[in-house]
């Protein structure tokens, strides 16, 4: 099977920084995009940004600007850099990535528990 942990979550004033780390392991043969999502609390859950395995990347108009998607394919890790956070970044931010694993010839989707990033004003 496939497991993804993310790391990184936390308190954090407004204004400040963060960065979350998702690592990939298990039966993977293939992992193309990566990509992070979150859900706040009464909300749905929402793109926050995505990676390509060959690094194109597609961001939330809500974060474009103050954050970086990065991924390093050697370490089937993905990361999240997010700068100048503000309280309505609060949310749970769930890892992303869909994968062929080495016993099927279909990509499926997989995600992470989740992390939980908290910005005080």
């Known amino acids: 099977q496939v497991q993804l942990v993310e790391s990184g979550g936390g308190l954090v004033q407004a204004g400040g920084s963060l960065r979350l780390d998702c690592v990939a392991s298990g039966s993977i043969f293939k992992i193309n995009s990566m990509g992070w999502y979150r859900q706040a609390p009464g909300k749905q859950r929402e793109l926050v940004a995505t990676i390509t395995s060959v690094g194109n990347k597609i961001y939330a108009d809500s974060v474009k600007g103050r954050s970086t998607i990065s991924r390093d394919n050697a370490k089937n890790t993905v990361y999240l850099q997010m700068n100048s956070l503000k309280p309505e970044d609060t949310a749970v931010y769930y890892c992303?990535?869909?994968?062929?694993?080495?016993?099927?010839?279909?990509?499926?989707?997989?995600w992470g528990q989740g992390t939980q990033v908290t910005v005080s004003s």
């Open positions: 992303n990535a869909n994968i062929y694993t080495v016993i099927s010839g279909v990509p499926r989707t997989f």
